[in-house]
């Protein structure tokens, strides 16, 4: 049997069951006692194999199995919900050749053969297809060392199912890799399972129905956090799960109360309704940071444009967080800088804090990513009231984006008689310049910064500092260096960071409990949405009808496809050839209206075969040229630079 570090909590999925209501509609596909914490309950186990209490992934139990060939260890379940499941476990071994394996009515549907590998990793078998009343095996077999397994878990299929191609095999496999994967960390509505289990469990955590959700932080914790959620939400929708995105966002909206001056809470169960206990403790005591709070109102808007649901701006839970973010909330907390900037306390996690760089050991009272969010919060209210026709709350709000945008270049982020880039300050004042990580790449992430040289030469700072002794330690801090150049037109860079952290999927993150670096639910999620909206530039506004595109292709990706992109009721598909043509494919039924973008300024463009004026058009400070150009319904279109 394995020996390894001592890892704390609780399991991570305890004992499922249906309920009477859940039965009688089929319910949904669960493993019975998938920690182990009820020993032996409900698996079969052959001799050399048992329930262990040593070094567990989660929680108090395991199951091993010794070296040698013939050993498994198996449970057998009736589906009782036609569909498409991902199945996975968290598996150590000691030696090559063990297997995590899946049987449908006594046939082989798919077997992960195991390497010696003696840390926890998470293997999962995606989208399998089951029919009701079909017979499913979870086996685990013996190889040439020792195998531990630990929290097993089913997710429901991904719904939507966007296909790569490309001249680049890298991204092909890249993306395919992490569909797959962030598919695997969605929870299905109904199932029950653990509450409040981290690596300091309450004596009695509890159990509850899940409802629609997927892990977004620590894999040791069984709740989703704002944080994470907040980057992940586009891979998510870009899977189908927007059920999942809605019901997580009205969770974090619903928590924002006068009670907790309108800060959202930072982790909440996966029934959607209760606080982690180890990020809560009361009203006052509990983990809240600032750009959390501003980027769900950015959030909610970008889910707006995928889907066009107009639950985003019609629920009057989701509306009141919009309204009491861009303004109470700011009210309250702007006391040691009054200048209409959110604030920390400057005094830890607990006491609420102005960055998302949690371990500077800085008093920040006001930080770049804190204000860059604040922003594009500001810009994602003004977008939403268009739609729900409040014209003067668009206008008023709009304007507070511009004037807060004119105070940061202007004042803000200029430290008088240098030309230092200031990131932060402490709550006696004191500007902060060097680099400060999130607060340093979050402000041109969201784009508070002016086009031009200043920009350019603060994204030059962050590539080498991120790129040498800045590096974060923590893989899914790395993830948001993507988007950051991708959002200035900086392809190479950002695909050299997509590239990175898909290369350190296998490489041990920095917490013990949480595995490999790919096994950090942010790491997949966030590469399909960066192959989608970075690389592909693939901008949608589903309520009106309106899909932009922009190739951000690098150097050595000659041309890149992505197929049945969900967008509102349908789907698209774009290829871009370079940066210099692009084809649109629109997969819904009715017309719509694709703006294609070509980066500078050329006074001709083709449409499909026909030669037009490029109309030039300035986003956010850059020069674009673009064609507007009606597609019908399941029909393709054509444009590319001609002069």
């Known amino acids: ?77 009736t589906v009782p919900t036609t569909g498409s499941y991902s199945i996975s476990a968290w598996i150590a071994t000691g030696g090559a050749g063990g297997t995590f394996g899946l049987r449908r009515n006594g046939a082989d549907v798919g077997t992960v053969t195991l390497p010696a590998r003696d840390i926890y990793s998470r293997y999962t078998v995606s989208n399998l297809s089951l029919t009701q009343g079909d017979t499913l095996e979870i086996a685990f077999g013996s190889g040439s060392g020792w195998v531990n397994a630990d929290d097993v878990m089913i997710s429901p299929g991904a719904r939507a199912n966007p296909v790569v191609t490309s001249s680049n095999a890298k991204v092909v496999e ?97 029934d959607a309704k209760t606080w982690h206990t180890i990020d809560y403790k009361s009203p006052t005591n509990f983990v809240r940071e600032v750009p959390a709070t501003f980027e769900l109102v950015e959030k909610s808007d970008e889910a707006f444009r995928w889907t066009g649901d107009r639950t985003y701006v019609d629920d ?31 005094k830890g996690i607990f006491q609420g804090v102005a960055s998302y760089n949690e371990v500077s050991g800085e008093p920040l009272a006001e930080a770049g990513d804190g204000i860059g969010a604040q922003y594009q919060a500001y810009r994602a209210l ?13 206008r008023d709000i709009a304007e507070k984006a511009r004037d807060l945008k004119r105070y940061f270049n202007q004042e803000w982020s200029v430290k008088s008689g240098t030309t230092d880039f200031v990131r932060a300050y402490t709550v006696d004042g004191t500007p902060l310049t060097g680099f400060g990580k999130e607060n340093s790449w979050f402000m041109p992430m969201k784009g508070i910064i002016d086009a031009g040289p200043r920009n350019d030469a603060y994204l030059d700072f962050i590539d080498t500092q991120a790129s040498g002794s800045g590096k974060p330690s923590n893989i899914e801090a790395i993830t948001y260096l993507p988007d950051t150049f991708f959002r200035h037109n900086r392809a190479d860079t950002a695909w050299k960071w997509m590239r990175y952290v898909y290369d350190q999927r296998e490489v041990k993150h920095v917490s013990n409990r949480q595995g490999l670096n790919g096994d950090y639910p942010e790491v997949p999620f966030t590469l399909v949405s960066q192959t989608v909206e970075g690389l592909m530039g693939i901008q949608p506004d589903a309520p009106r009808r309106t899909i932009a595109t922009q190739s951000r292709l690098p150097a050595d990706i000659g041309w890149l496809q992505v197929a049945d992109v969900p967008v509102g009721d349908g789907t698209v598909t774009v290829r871009h050839d370079g940066q210099t043509a692009t084809t649109f494919t629109n997969g819904a039924d009715g017309l719509r209206f694709w703006e294609a973008r070509f980066l500078g300024e050329h006074r001709w463009l083709e449409v499909n075969g026909h030669r037009v004026p490029g109309m030039a058009r300035d986003i956010d400070g850059v020069r674009y040229s673009v064609a507007v150009v009606p597609v019908r319904g399941h029909e393709t279109a054509t444009a590319r630079i001609v002069g």
């Open 316 to 346: 009057p839970a989701f509306w009141d967080y919009y309204t009491h973010a861009t303004g109470d909330f700011i009210s309250l907390h702007d006391g040691a800088k009054p200048n209409g900037v959110a604030e920390g306390t400057g």
């Open 1 to 77: 049997m394995k020996v390894l570090a001592a890892l704390l909590g609780s399991s991570l999925l305890a004992a499922a069951a249906l309920t009477p209501a859940q039965a009688a509609t089929g319910g949904p596909l669960v493993v019975v006692n998938p920690g182990f914490e009820k020993g032996a309950d409900s698996w079969t186990f052959t001799s050399g194999t048992g329930v262990a209490t040593n070094y567990p992934h989660g929680g108090a139990k395991l199951i091993y199995l010794d070296d040698g060939p013939g050993k498994s260890v198996s449970q057998t379940i």
């Open 174 to 270: 890249l993306f395919d890799w992490a569909k797959a994967k962030a598919g695997s960390w969605v929870h299905q509505d109904g199932a029950v399972g653990p509450i409040n289990i981290s690596e300091n469990p309450p004596v009695n955590p509890g159990e509850a129905p899940y409802t629609p959700t997927y892990w977004a932080g620590y894999a040791h914790r069984t709740a989703y956090y704002s944080r994470d959620f907040a980057h992940q939400l586009a891979g998510a929708h870009l899977l189908g799960f927007d059920e999942e995105n809605r019901n997580m966002l009205r969770s974090f909206a619903a928590s924002a109360t006068q009670e907790h001056k309108y800060y959202p809470v930072w982790a909440i169960n996966f």
């Open 382 to 394: 003004a977008d939403m009231a268009l739609d729900k026709h409040e014209v003067r709350l668009s």
